[in-house]
C-alpha cells in the first residue's frame, strides 16, 4: 500500500494543475483547522455601526474589517474563514457517506450479478433519472431543511456514480485467475468481495472521491442558497450567497466573496481529481 | 532464378531508450549487425528482454519518440532507412516491408470488416480503382487458404478462428508483394496444428514470390524446420549467428547451448529425469551486467568474460564457446 | 501406489442463451473417462476447444459438472465438505500476471491457505511453514514482503506453485504452468514440479499444448479433442505409436529439432467444427484423413486397442507411416 501511494505521489507530481490543487487543498484545511486563531473576529458577532461595509483596502473601508461586513454588521473574512470548516467538512460527509454506500452496493452488484445486480442498478437509474440538484432538492424537501439533511441529500445523489465505477471495477476483476484460486482455497464470498477484489478497485475509487467531494461541496452550497441547506446563523459559503442576493448592486463583495471561495475550493478539488485520474490510468496498464 | 543479392545490411545497430525514471538512456540492442538476401529466411531466436522485437520495429521506422536509433549503416533494398522521411517510410512500410504479429486478434481493427482492412492497405500502396483492390484481396485470400474467400470478406476479426485471422494477415502483408516480411512470433498463440499450417504457407510465400523474411520466435523448434539460417538474441545483443543445422547440432554459445538443451524435446532422455537448466533471470533492460551479458548466469564464465564488451567473431560472441555436442 | 481420482462419464453442458433465440447447448465435455493414481503425472493434451480448461475448472468445483461420476480419494466428490475438498485437490493456474493479487505481499498470498482453513495455527507457526515451502520452492525468505510486481514470470509460478502445496494437497493440477514463461525458465520450473512430486507424493494432472513437455513429464496421457477423449494410454505407448488420426497429426505438427524428415505429413485441414453443434458421428471426421461413410453417423465409443484406449471406429487399420 505504502508503495503504491509513493508512486502516485511521483506521478502526481508531474501534474502542476494537480499541484496547485493539493497546494491549495492544504492552505484550506488549515485555515479550517486554526480558525478560531485566524479568525479576527467571532462569525456570529454583530457591529451594529459597521453595516455593509466594503473591504478595508477599498474607499470607505474600516481596517478592522479586511474583507467588510455584511447586512447585519459581521465581519466577512471571519465568516468566510468558518465557512470553510463547513465547507470542508459537509465534502467529507457527503464522502463518506457516499463512498462506503456505493461501494458496497457497486461490490454487490458486481459480484453477485443476476437479481441482486438488476435491482442495485434500477435503483441507481432511479437516482440518476433527474438532475442531480432536483433530486436533492425534492430529498430536502422531504427531511426538511437544515444542514445535515442537505449532506444527506447530497450523499444520496452522489452514490449512483460510485456504484458504477465500483460495478465496473469488480467485474473486471472477478473473472481473474487471483480470484479463482482464492475459491480453491476456501475462501468465502465476503472474503473475495472485500480482500482480494476491493483493493483492486482502489484507483477509480480515489477518483471519484475526490470528484466527489467538489461535487458535494457545490450541491450543499446550492442547497444553501436556496435556503434548503445551511440555515442561520451558519457561515456557510453558500448560505452567505444567499443572504447577499439582494445587495449584488449596492454591495458586490457579499456575493463575490463567498462565490470565490467555493469556486477555488471546488477547483482545487477537481484539479486533484483529474490529476489522480491521470496519474493512477497509465500506471495501471503497466502494473497489469 | 533465385537472386541472391543483399536486401537488407545492418551495421552496429544501436538503439535507445529515454525514460524518467533513468538519468541515462536505457541502451536496449547493442552493436547488432546482420544481413539478409533477398528470397532467404532468417531465423531469430530469442526470450524475453533479448531486444528481437524492438529491432523490427526499428526496421519498420515506428519505434516510439523517445527511442534513439543509430547504426553505421541500415540499408534496405539500397535505401538507407536511417535518413527517410516520414512520407517516404509510409511507402517502404507496408509496401516493401510488411510485418505480422503474434496476436490476429488484437492486429486486426475489430471494428471493421476484413473486406475494408485489406483492401485499404491495398489501396495505400496501389493506385489501383476500389473495385480492383477487391478482386485483388478475393485472390489473396484464396492464396492464403481461406475457403470462400468471398463470403470471408465480410466477416468481422472477432467472426474468425485465430488461424483464420493470422491468414488475414498475411494476405494483407503479402497484398503490395513486399520484399521483406517481418513475423513477429506469427504463431505464438496458436495451437500447435494450426501453427504447422501458417508457418508452412509463409514458407511457400517465401519460396513463390521470392521474398525474405525475417522469422522471430522464442522456439527453436520452429527455427528448425522451417529456416535455414538462425541468430540468437540475448539480452540485446546478437550471440550467435548459424546455419540452422548447424546450431542445432552444435550451438557454440554458452546460452544457444542452454537453451537447446534445456528444451524438454531436444534429445531423447528418460522421462521425468531432470532438464539441465540455466540459472537465474535475463537482466532488466536498465541492469546490464559489464562484459558478456551472459556471464552470471554462464556455467562455464571466467575472469576475462567480466570486464568488457565481447566481440562478435565468426558468429560467435563469447570468449570459450563450448566445445561439447548437445547432450 | 493407490488411486486418488477416477472420473466416469463427465459432462458439462453450458447453456448458452441469446436474445431472441432458443436455448443453445454448448458441449464442454462429453462422456470423458479417466483415473489417477499417486506419484503419477497424466498429462492432458490437446487444444484450443478440447475441453482441458473446463476439466479443471469442473474438477476444481469451480464450476459445476453437468453429469457423471467423479471419485476422489475413493469417495464421492460431492460429499467432501470445502475444507476436506482443498485439502485434497488444488491447482496452480496459467497465467503468472494474473493469478496473483496485486495488492498482496508474497507472504499473504502463500499463507492465504492457512489463514482461511487453519485459523487456530499461531501466527509463528504459519511463519515458518510459509518459509519452509518458499525455500522449498527455490524463493528467498526477503522476498515474503514483496508485491507481484517486483517478482519475475517465474518466480510468480514459483509463488502459485508454493501456495498450492499449502493444505498439502495429494492431487495437484497444473494448468500450463509453463506456457508464459521464457524458455529458458521454463525448465527451472519443470525440474521443481518434479522434484515436489517426489518429495511430497503428488499426483499431478498436466494441462498443456506442449508436447514435449507432456512427453516428459507424463506417465500417461489424455488426448482430447472437442470436450471428448480420443486417445488415453502410457506416454510411451501413444507417443511411440499414436493410433487415433487426430494424435498422429498433433505429434506431426509439433516443430521439433531432431525430427529426420520424412515423407509428407498430413497438414491438418479445415476448421474445428463448433462445440454448439457437434457432429452426430465422431467429432473428428470433417477433418480426419481417414474417414469413412460409417464414421458420420456414430460416436466412437473407447475401446482398447494395443495397450491403451481409443475412440475411432477405423482405429484396428491405420497403421502409422
Not at chain 1, 120 to 136: C, E, G, K, N, Q
Not at chain 2, 65 to 88: P, Y
Not at chain 2, 218 to 240: C, K, P, W
Not at chain 3, 239 to 264: G, M
Amino acid at each position: 500500500m505504502k508503495q503504491f501511494f509513493n508512486e502516485l505521489y511521483f506521478e502526481l507530481k508531474k501534474n502542476r494543475g494537480a499541484m496547485i490543487g493539493i497546494v491549495i487543498i492544504i492552505l484550506s484545511v488549515i485555515i479550517a483547522l486554526l480558525a478560531p486563531v485566524i479568525a479576527p473576529h467571532n462569525p456570529t458577532e454583530v457591529f451594529s455601526e459597521s453595516l455593509r461595509l466594503p473591504p478595508s483596502f477599498i474607499e470607505g473601508g474600516k481596517t478592522g474589517f479586511f474583507f467588510g461586513t455584511d447586512d447585519i454588521g459581521r465581519d466577512i473574512l471571519s465568516r468566510l474563514i468558518y465557512g470553510s470548516r463547513i465547507s470542508l467538512a459537509v465534502g467529507f460527509s457527503v464522502v463518506i457517506l457516499a463512498l462506503f454506500t456505493g461501494t458496497l452496493l457497486g461490490v454487490f452488484a458486481g459480484f453477485y450479478g443476476g437479481l441482486v445486480d438488476r435491482v442495485i442498478m434500477r435503483l441507481t437509474d432511479l437516482i440518476m433519472s433527474l438532475p442531480s440538484i432536483l433530486f436533492a432538492i425534492v430529498i430536502v424537501a422531504v427531511l426538511g431543511p437544515g444542514i445535515t439533511n442537505a449532506i444527506i441529500a447530497v450523499a444520496v445523489v452522489a452514490v449512483p456514480n460510485f456504484i458504477r465505477i465500483i460495478r465496473a471495477q469488480v467485474l473486471v476483476e472477478k473473472n481473474k485467475q487471483y480470484v479463482s484460486a482464492a475459491k480453491l482455497f476456501g475462501a468465502g464470498n465476503f472474503r473475495i468481495m472485500f480482500v482480494e477484489i476491493l483493493p483492486n478497485c482502489m484507483a477509480p475509487l480515489i477518483v471519484q472521491a475526490s470528484l466527489g467531494f467538489s461535487d458535494g461541496i457545490l450541491n450543499v452550497a446550492a442547497l444553501g442558497f436556496l435556503g434548503l441547506g445551511a440555515q442561520a446563523p451558519m457561515s456557510e459559503w453558500g448560505t452567505m450567497l444567499s443572504d447577499a442576493r439582494s445587495f449584488i448592486e449596492s454591495s458586490p463583495w457579499m456575493v463575490t466573496l463567498p462565490g470565490l471561495c467555493i469556486l477555488i475550493t471546488v477547483l482545487s478539488f477537481n484539479l486533484l481529481g483529474d490529476g489522480l485520474r491521470d496519474a493512477l490510468d497509465p500506471r495501471l496498464k503497466k502494473q497489469n | 532464378m533465385m537472386t541472391s543479392e543483399t536486401l537488407l545490411e545492418v551495421q552496429n545497430l544501436n538503439i535507445f531508450f529515454k525514460s524518467d525514471k533513468n538519468p541515462e538512456p536505457i541502451h536496449a540492442v547493442r552493436d547488432l549487425s546482420f544481413s539478409l538476401k533477398q528470397g532467404e529466411m532468417l531465423g531469430v531466436v530469442g526470450e524475453s528482454g533479448s531486444g528481437k522485437s524492438i529491432t523490427n520495429l526499428a526496421l519498420m521506422g515506428i519505434l516510439g519518440d523517445n527511442s534513439i536509433v543509430k547504426a553505421d549503416k541500415l540499408h534496405f533494398n539500397n535505401r538507407d532507412l536511417l535518413t527517410l522521411k516520414e512520407q517516404e517510410w509510409q511507402k517502404v512500410r507496408g509496401g516493401e516491408i510488411s510485418m505480422i504479429f503474434q496476436d490476429p486478434m488484437t492486429a486486426l481493427n475489430p471494428f471493421l470488416t476484413v473486406e475494408f482492412q485489406i483492401v485499404e492497405t491495398i489501396l495505400a500502396h496501389k493506385k489501383i480503382s476500389k473495385k480492383e483492390a477487391r478482386e485483388l484481396a478475393i485472390d489473396l485470400l484464396a492464396q492464403v487458404g481461406i475457403t470462400s474467400p468471398t463470403e470471408r470478406l465480410k466477416a468481422y476479426p472477432f467472426e474468425l478462428s485465430g488461424g483464420m485471422a493470422q491468414r488475414v494477415m498475411i494476405a494483407m502483408a503479402i497484398s503490395t508483394g513486399p520484399k521483406l516480411l517481418i513475423a513477429d512470433e506469427p504463431t505464438t498463440a496458436l495451437d500447435v496444428t494450426i501453427q504447422k499450417q501458417i508457418l508452412t504457407l509463409i514458407k511457400s510465400l517465401q519460396e513463390k514470390n521470392n521474398m525474405s523474411v525475417i522469422l522471430v520466435t522464442h522456439d527453436l523448434g520452429v527455427v528448425s524446420e522451417f529456416s535455414e539460417r538462425v541468430q540468437v538474441m540475448y539480452a540485446g545483443e546478437l550471440v550467435e549467428t548459424a546455419m540452422t543445422k548447424n546450431l542445432i547440432k552444435h550451438p557454440f554459445h554458452p546460452y544457444s547451448y542452454g537453451l537447446l538443451s534445456s528444451r524438454p524435446g531436444a534429445v531423447v532422455r528418460p522421462a521425468k529425469s531432470v532438464l539441465p537448466s540455466i540459472p537465474g533471470i535475463v537482466p532488466a533492460f536498465h541492469q546490464r551486467p559489464s562484459g558478456c551479458q551472459f556471464h552470471p548466469r554462464c556455467p562455464h564464465v571466467q575472469n576475462d568474460c567480466i570486464p568488457s564488451p565481447i566481440a562478435l567473431e565468426k558468429g560467435i560472441r563469447c570468449l570459450h564457446p563450448m566445445k561439447e555436442e548437445v547432450v | 501406489m493407490s488411486e486418488l481420482l477416477r472420473v466416469s462419464g463427465l459432462d458439462k453442458v453450458y447453456d448458452i442463451k441469446k436474445m431472441f433465440k432458443p436455448t443453445m447447448k454448448l458441449k464442454a465435455l462429453s462422456n470423458v473417462n479417466f483415473h489417477l493414481n499417486s506419484r503419477e503425472t497424466l498429462g492432458i493434451v490437446g487444444e484450443s476447444g478440447c475441453g482441458k480448461s473446463t476439466l479443471a475448472k469442473v474438477l476444481t468445483k469451480l464450476e459445476q459438472k453437468t453429469s457423471g461420476s467423479i471419485e476422489l480419494l475413493g469417495k464421492n466428490f460431492d460429499t467432501f465438505n470445502p475444507k476436506e475438498f482443498h485439502s485434497a485437490i488444488q491447482m496452480v493456474f496459467q497465467d503468472p500476471y494474473q493469478s496473483l493479487n496485486p495488492r498482496k505481499k508474497a507472504f499473504d498470498i502463500i499463507s492465504d491457505p492457512l489463514t482461511i482453513n487453519t485459523p487456530e495455527k499461531s501466527a509463528a507457526e504459519v511463519r515458518e511453514q510459509v518459509f519452509a515451502m518458499m525455500k522449498k520452492v527455490g524463493l528467498r525468505e526477503e522476498f515474503a514482503k514483496r508485491y507481484p510486481h517486483h517478482f519475475s514470470g517465474g518466480q510468480r509460478q514459483r509463488l502459485g506453485i508454493a501456495r498450492s502445496l499449502m493444505l498439502h494437497p495429494q492431487i495437484l493440477i497444473l494448468d500450463e504452468p509453463v506456457s508464459a514463461l521464457d524458455v529458458s525458465i521454463q525448465a527451472q520450473v519443470l525440474n521443481l514440479l518434479l522434484e515436489l512430486q517426489k518429495e511430497f507424493n503428488l499426483a499431478y494432472l498436466f494441462i498443456s499444448h506442449d508436447l514435449s513437455v507432456i512427453q516428459h513429464m507424463s506417465d500417461r496421457i489424455l488426448v482430447m479433442y472437442l470436450g471428448r477423449v480420443v486417445e488415453y494410454g502410457s506416454r510411451d505407448e501413444i507417443f511411440n505409436n499414436p493410433l487415433h488420426p487426430y494424435t498422429q497429426i498433433l505429434l506431426e505438427s509439433a516443430p521439433k529439432t531432431n525430427r529426420e524428415k520424412k515423407e509428407a505429413d498430413h497438414i491438418l485441414n479445415g476448421e474445428l467444427p463448433s462445440a454448439l453443434n457437434l457432429p452426430r458421428g465422431c467429432a473428428f471426421e470433417p477433418r480426419c484423413p481417414y474417414a469413412t461413410l460409417g464414421c458420420k453417423e456414430v460416436v466412437p465409443d473407447l475401446i482398447q486397442k494395443q495397450g491403451r484406449w481409443v475412440a475411432c471406429h477405423e482405429a484396428p487399420s491405420i497403421a502409422r507411416n
